[in-house]
């Protein structure tokens, strides 16, 4: 007859079997509908984008020039000699790589307080990277590593959301993809209760990020969108472009007075050098 609490541990070691067996169908029933919500994201995202993407660059094309101007006119406001447009150019060159490196160094100091620079992005060319992140995702989520028709759907779409990312260069698009489909339960059978226990530990922070991950999706714009009419859509749509519309006027208003405030000023330090 076996010892009692050898027979306490094999059934605790049953139980946690079993917890993690129902973490492990729920990470997945999560992981199935993050990507059945970003492939819609994106489907809707594109809509948009086909009707009013370009106005929306040009908004943020507008929107940078305007914030170059100002800057450049509140520089002359205090220079007492008139700036060439190449001097500004380098001047902002150097304020540019200036604050880059400080962000750089604040990230860093953060990292190493939170003890996460085993984390940290790999150095290097930023295609080597991305090739890298794409074809480990690749052979994670390949269809042909598909069980069922329905886990080729997933995993198709998946590949369909990679292979996006992977065009626009999204780097961390396709790092989100890779940490949602690493496979849980990889490696060596455990049956020691301390490792099992830590491992439903794992899976539970794992299931607890992955619903918050999907919560954010469904409560961002375009999650929304995804659960109104095609009516809503349109009205949405059409506010967008009427509000893009009426920013690009008040832009381009700015800046031409911007502009002629840049010449205004230049002629007066002309003056004054003269």
Known sequence: MRPLPAL???????????????????????????????????????RIDDRIGALRREDERLTAEVARLDQRLERLTFSRRALSDSELDNEEHVERA?????????RQQREERRGTMLNRRPTGDE?????????????????????DPADRARREAVMRLANEAHEAKDEEGLRRLLL???RPGEGAFVRDIGALRARLAEREI??????????????????????????????YIAREEQ????????????????????????RELAQVSD
């Not at 200036?98 to 604040?106: C, P, Y």
Request: charged fraction near 40%.
């Open 243 to 266: 509000r893009l519309r009426r920013d690009l006027a008040t832009l381009r208003l700015r800046r031409r007075r911007l502009l002629a405030s840049l010449d205004e000023r230049r």
């Open 127 to 147: 295609h080597i990277s991305l090739r890298q992140l794409y074809l480990a995702l690749a052979r994670l989520i390949h269809p042909d590593l598909a069980t």
């Open 180 to 182: 949602i489909w690493s």
């Open 206 to 235: 794992e299931l607890g990020e992955l619903t918050r991950q999907l919560q954010a999706l469904e409560d961002s714009t375009l999650g929304k969108l995804c659960r109104r009419s095609a009516t809503d859509l349109e009205r």
């Open 98 to 106: 200036e604050e880059a490196a400080f962000w750089a160094g604040w």
């Open 8 to 46: 306490v541990d094999e059934l605790e070691r049953v139980r946690l079997d079993i917890d993690l067996a129902r973490r492990d169908a729920d990470i997945a029933a999560v992981r199935a509908r993050i990507t059945a919500e970003e492939s819609e994201q994106q489907r809707i995202r594109r």
